[in-house]
């Protein structure tokens, strides 16, 4: 039976896999277990059960393959890009998920203290998603008037998040014009 169907076996199992030392192992690993089962010998079609033996090597040696590709830790050569992605993104790092509550929690206490109108135009802004021109027809006011209740608010969350990062807040751009018309 081994000369027989050897050559046919391993061109067969080279097809498969793609390298011809790995098929030659299968076509050895084959051949081995159909002469170690009992009855084989017996077997009526001995090539049905040599090639049934082979596929089910092919298919036990992908799956090992595609465990050890999820499971083997990244080479040397593996970049730190690779790492980030196997350890997760940054943004799930306990620093990073506390730092963005507090600034979460900074910012809603700025819209809180705000004056009621540029509270209302920030809200309606920002957090329901109106366009300047909708604010201005729910408030029953001008653009210029949403757009002055929102740089209001805006200068103030910017204010407090620059406070909170331990950063000399910028000079506002309402201070800046004021600035310029005095001189």
């Known amino acids: ?15 498969k896999v793609g390298d011809r030392e790995l098929a030659a192992d299968l076509a050895q690993e084959s051949y081995a277990r159909v002469y170690a089962a009992p009855n084989s010998e017996e077997a009526s079609e001995p090539r049905a059960l040599l090639y049934t033996t082979a596929r089910n090597l092919v298919t036990d040696h992908h799956r090992r393959s595609a465990v050890r590709e999820q499971v083997e830790m990244p080479n040397a050569r593996d970049s730190l890009e690779h790492l980030d992605f196997v350890i997760g993104p940054a ?3 306990p620093d990073a998920v506390l730092a963005g509550r507090q600034r979460l929690e900074a910012i809603e206490e700025v819209i809180a203290r705000l004056p009621p109108r540029p509270r209302e135009a920030f809200v309606l802004s920002k957090l329901d998603g109106l366009s300047r021109s909708e604010v201005a027809q729910r408030m029953g006011v001008g653009v210029k008037t949403v757009e002055t209740h929102l740089a209001i608010a805006m ?3 910017l204010h407090r998040l620059q406070e909170l990062e331990g950063l000399a807040p910028a000079a506002s751009a309402r201070s800046a014009r004021k600035a310029r018309t005095s001189k």
Do not use: K, P, T, V
């Not at 039976?1 to 097809?15: G, P, S």
């Open 1 to 15: 039976m081994f000369e027989r169907y050897y050559r046919e076996l391993l061109n067969f199992l080279a097809r």
């Open 91 to 93: 943004s799930l790092e």
């Open 155 to 157: 200068e103030a969350c």
